[in-house]
């Protein structure tokens, strides 16, 4: 049973960083690429970063370029998404997702409406003062 497990969300100050970490297996890692989604209460759901467990490219919507960076750590079976500069409109639930499909790349994985099998429960992020 394929297992992802966010955490790191919460209340954060415009201009702020948070660390979202997704956890999940080395199996997982090694054959499946993982993405962060996020959607807002009333808003469709737009895939933030994902990253290839083949040869680690990455993409990022153009509205987190510049201030978010998905990493992955093998050793300890984690996929983070480090997010600076934290504006408002970041406001929403955090999901992470894993793509077996090794044909697919990573930017059509983070398109809105793909289909994926696997997602975590996702963390709550709310940027406020």
């Known amino acids: 049973q394929l297992q992802l497990v966010e955490s790191g969300g919460g209340l954060v100050q415009p201009g702020g960083s948070l660390r979202l970490s997704c956890a999940t297996s080395?199996?997982?890692?090694?054959?499946?690429?993982i993405g962060w989604f996020r959607q807002a209460p009333g808003k469709e759901r737009e895939g933030v970063s994902c990253?290839?467990?083949?040869?680690?490219?990455?993409y990022y919507a153009d509205s987190v370029k510049g201030r978010f960076t998905i990493s992955r750590d093998n050793a300890k079976n984690m996929v983070y998404l480090q997010m600076n500069s934290l504006k408002p409109d970041d406001t929403a639930v955090y999901y992470c997702?894993?793509?077996?499909?090794?044909?697919?790349?990573?930017?059509?994985?983070?398109?809105?409406?793909?289909?994926?099998?696997?997602w975590g429960q996702g963390t709550q992020v709310t940027v406020s003062s």
């Open positions: 997702a894993a793509d077996a499909d090794p044909f697919r790349t990573v930017e059509a994985m983070c398109s809105p409406h793909v289909l994926l099998d696997y």
């Open positions: 080395a199996f997982t890692l090694d054959h499946n690429d």
């Open positions: 990253i290839s467990s083949n040869n680690g490219s990455t």
